[in-house]
Antibody, heavy 118, light 109 residues
Framework: EVQLVESGGGLVKPGGSLRLSCAAS????????MKWVRQAPGKGLEWVSS????????YYADSVKGRFTISRDNAKNSLYLQMNSLRAEDTAVYYC???????????WGQGTLVTVSS | QSALTQPPSASGSPGQSVTISCTGT?????????VSWYQQHPGKAPKLMIY???KRPSGVPDRFSGSKSGNTASLTVSGLQAEDEADYYC?????????FGTGTKVTVL
């Protein structure tokens, strides 16, 4: 069974940093691209960042470029999102998701809440 | 990098059908047959319901169907059931920057 479990969310002050993790199991993690998607309270889904299976291709939404860094450790079946210079508008539930070009985001984690507030 | 356009809400009585549109451009919806639809219940993670415009993952009821014409994709839920009440989002491959729809809240009356 495919499972994605996020962790690392919490309350952080504006300008602070946080590192999210996503532990994958039930599939060959190293064969799949992965994405981070966020959802602000009461709002829609927003793509944050993508990383290819071997980390060769990495993309960011304009809203987080220069502040967030996506990475993965295929040996540990884990995906990460380092978030720096956090702003109030980064407050959201952050989901990791497995992705293929054909099937889209076919498996999602349960999400982890990041709250940026003083 | 604009979101795909969906109606904010749609509704129907049990047993009826409801169709949700998802309008993009020739750079996303119209340019690729890689449109997917996600269902999200309150407090839950999104769930893939349709991929590649009209294909259903294993376990998704055949009441859910998808189609596309030009720059607009559609999701139809036939034979509405109470558990279909949820938010629905479309998404399209768009090169390196995937697009999500604005979301549609489906209410079962």
């Amino acid at each position: 069974e495919v499972q994605l479990v996020e962790s690392g969310g919490g309350l952080v002050k504006p300008g602070g940093s946080l590192r999210l993790s996503c532990a994958a199991s039930g599939f060959t993690f190293s064969s799949y691209s992965m994405k981070w998607v966020r959802q602000a309270p009461g709002k829609g889904l927003e793509w944050v960042s993508s990383i290819s299976s071997s980390s060769s291709y990495i993309y960011y939404a304009d809203s987080v470029k220069g502040r967030f860094t996506i990475s993965r450790d295929n040996a540990k079946n884990s995906l990460y999102l380092q978030m720096n210079s956090l702003r109030a508008e980064d407050t959201a539930v952050y989901y990791c998701a497995r992705v293929t070009m054909v099937r889209g985001l076919d498996y999602w984690g349960q999400g982890t809440l990041v709250t940026v507030s003083s | 990098q604009s979101a795909l356009t969906q109606p904010p809400s749609a509704s129907g009585s049990p047993g009826q059908s409801v169709t949700i549109s998802c309008t993009g451009t020739s750079s996303d919806v119209g340019g690729y047959n890689y449109v997917s639809w996600y269902q999200q219940h309150p407090g839950k993670a999104p769930k893939l319901m349709i991929y590649e415009v009209s294909k259903r993952p294993s376990g998704v009821p055949d009441r859910f169907s998808g189609s596309k014409s030009g720059n607009t994709a559609s999701l139809t839920v036939s034979g509405l059931q109470a558990e279909d009440e949820a938010d629905y989002y479309c998404s399209s491959y768009a090169g390196s920057r995937p697009q999500f729809g604005t979301g549609t809240k489906v209410t079962v009356l």
